[in-house]
């Protein structure tokens, strides 16, 4: 689902019409953290996988919520959540930022 979302912001078939993702794709939740992709045991993918869930209680849970906290990056609070979003994304967390940024 995110890469139809990646490619419908990037790739746009009429030229000149910006990107205008569905309201659908706000639903998405957003991908777990790096560290809990990686996590090279079962006792530690838990403890990364209850530190998602804080994370995710903190704020960003779906895209939606990437979106609306990036258009209101200029506040404390905003910028504190990109922040801890920032600090552990992996690569699709990264386009999904940079992609959700254009819009």
Request: net charge negative.
């Given at each position: ?14 030229s000149g019409v910006p ?85």
């Open positions: 689902m995110y890469l139809w979302f990646l490619i419908g912001c990037v790739v746009c078939i009429k990107c205008d993702p569905s309201q659908s794709y706000r639903n998405l939740p957003l991908p777990s953290m790096k560290s809990l992709w990686e996590a090279p045991t079962k006792e530690k993918w838990a403890a990364e996988l209850e530190l998602s869930h804080i994370l995710q209680s903190s704020g960003l849970s779906n895209l939606g919520d990437l979106l609306d906290t990036q258009a209101s990056a200029s506040t404390m609070s905003s910028a504190r959540k990109l922040d801890r979003w920032n600090a552990g994304v992996d690569t699709l967390g990264s386009l999904l930022n940079l992609t959700s940024m254009i819009l």
